[in-house]
């Protein structure tokens, strides 16, 4: 995502969810390659933030996941 629109949606959403909340959920996407980010809501704030990440493993059984970042 490029960095100017990330700053303009917390700065339009800064009412709603906090530039902390904003970076976990965007860090939760950028950690995953293939699976989904879930966020949970009660009484309009984010209480949870889920990852579920899928790993692709090919026909020779070894999996499709990419070295860790450090």
Same mark, same amino acid.
């Given at each position: ?5 990330? #700053?303009?949606? @917390?700065?339009?959403?800064? /009412?709603? =969810? ?6 976990? %959920? ?10 989904? #980010?879930?966020? @949970?809501?009660?009484?309009? /704030?984010? =209480? ?6 899928? %790993? ?15």
């Amino acid at each position: 995502m490029n960095t100017d629109v990330e #700053v303009k949606l @917390v700065k339009e959403n800064t /009412k709603r =969810v906090s530039v902390d909340v904003a970076q976990e %959920i965007l860090r939760a996407v950028d950690g995953i390659e293939y699976g989904s #980010v879930e966020i @949970v809501i009660h009484d309009g /704030k984010v =209480v949870q933030i889920e990852c579920r990440e899928k %790993i692709r493993v090919n026909q020779s059984g070894s999996s499709g996941r990419k070295a860790s970042k450090a």
